[in-house]
């Protein structure tokens, strides 16, 4: 089959908010802000009993609080409500052009359409041309399941990458937008930058899927697309659609629209597209044994080293930096993770992962917890590495911060609707 990238993804039903407060509708990707409830309790004000996307999602920081099932149905009744209610315009076979301002005033592009699940394979060893880039824990599946598999709709916030390293297929579009037919542009709530919108005419339409399919053919037999955010969530509607194959058979199946997912298209080298680290913490365990056996796993260096990785060790609150000289994987972030891995599961203690290096540096002042700083992985390396090696580490990189993480506002249904 093809690597087609047409094939790969593509137009579709794009259901957009018609009512009259979208800022209060849109809301940050359900996996932001896990650790503090009091964001998701300040968009629940912001959208009171609006309509709003808030109804629609479940965010993970409610997961451990919330009635599982219960809300679950809510979400579902809240969906056909709104369908019921009309409070969508439906753009048949589309593809939508969109400009995500951030909070620093940067411009993100990205192309709306779906991505068709036949193609896509998280699992270790995979050669599908659309990948998961980082590891994918299988336990956080299920709930996701739960969660979309009676749903009359879903709303994106993953974030598909592509390779184009001549940033000619966004920005082209970005330059002719003014000729498209602009169907949103408001603001976001908490600060959190803008959105806008643009209907890519048919002749449009045309010119993108060749500049998408010259893409994939340079990358034929290789990573084509990747997963940068959301694979968790891609990784549940792939499963919702192998558990309909063998409900409804497989020629069936492939006619249901929860075959595809709706997903946001986004160019690895955009320039407002930031890789940032996320840090470990080693909670429950003795630090002086700890390093005693990273020490005897590794030979560690005072300086750099030809071919060595640099990690920056945080104990008591003061960091300095262990330099590698044989380290296990390509990159630092898979040398350490593996090696916690181990050390954890026969020792003890548990990893926690930080997005700021100051959290891990006051966390490390606790007498059972050691942290680790890692550096931004080189963006460009991305789609080699997936290739050579396969996912990456689980928590390898962010892309970008919380506040400019993908917001719902675009929606699709997933469920056929009654004749």
């Known amino acids: 089959m093809s690597n087609q990238t047409g094939g790969l993804f593509q137009q579709a039903d794009i259901l957009l908010y018609t009512g009259a407060d979208p800022t209060a509708f849109s809301v940050v ?54 369908l019921d209610r009309g409070l969508f315009r439906e753009l048949p076979q589309s593809f939508l052009y969109m400009e995500r301002t951030l909070r620093d005033g940067r411009i993100r592009r990205g192309l709306i359409g779906q991505v068709d699940l036949e193609r896509y394979d998280y699992r270790p060893g995979s050669h599908s041309p659309v990948r998961a880039t980082e590891g994918t824990v299988l336990e956080r599946i299920p709930p996701r399941v739960k969660i979309r598999e009676n749903a009359p709709l879903e709303l994106p916030h993953m974030m598909l990458l592509m390779d184009d390293r001549d940033q000619r297929i966004l920005e082209a579009l ?26 890519l005419p048919k002749e449009e339409e045309a010119r993108l899927r060749l500049a998408l399919d010259a893409l994939a053919e340079v990358n034929q037999g290789e990573v084509v697309l990747a997963v940068g955010d959301g694979n968790h969530s891609l990784a549940a509607a792939r499963q919702c659609y192998l558990n309909l194959k063998e409900r409804l058979g497989e020629e069936a199946a492939r006619r249901h629209p929860a075959r595809y997912a709706l997903a946001e298209l986004v160019s690895l080298h955009d320039p407002a597209l ?3 680290p996320i840090h470990r913490i080693v909670r429950g365990v003795k630090p002086e044994r700890l390093l005693e056996a990273l020490g005897r796993q590794f030979r560690l260096e005072e300086a ?31 040398t350490l993770q593996a090696f916690l891995d181990e050390y954890t599961t026969a020792q003890g ?14 966390l490390s002042r606790q007498a059972d917890s050691v942290g680790f700083l890692l550096e931004a992985m080189d963006k ?14 689980r928590k390898t990189f962010s892309m970008g911060e919380a506040w400019d993480k993908r917001f719902y506002y675009e929606a699709r249904r997933i469920q056929h609707t009654a004749p």
């Open 380 to 393: 460009r390396e991305l789609f080699q590495t997936v290739a050579l090696e396969g996912a990456l580490p």
């Open 29 to 82: 990707a359900c996996d932001q802000f896990t650790s503090q409830p009091e964001y998701w309790e300040r968009v629940g004000r912001a959208a009171g009993d609006k309509p709003s996307a808030l109804h629609l999602v479940f965010p993970e920081a409610w997961l451990k609080t919330a009635p599982f099932e219960e809300t679950i149905s809510a979400i579902n009744r809240s969906m056909q409500d709104y």
């Open 349 to 362: 203690g548990e990893t926690d992962y930080i997005h700021g290096a100051d959290v891990v540096r006051e």
């Open 304 to 334: 750099p080293v030809p071919g060595g990785q640099r990690i920056d060790l945080v104990l008591r609150g003061e960091s300095s930096p262990l330099y590698i000289a044989n380290p296990s994987r390509s990159l630092p972030v898979g």
């Open 174 to 199: 970005g330059e002719r937008k003014d000729a498209f037919e602009q169907v949103y542009a408001f603001p976001l709530m908490e600060d959190s930058g803008a959105l806008k919108g643009w209907l």
């Open 274 to 276: 930031v890789f940032e």
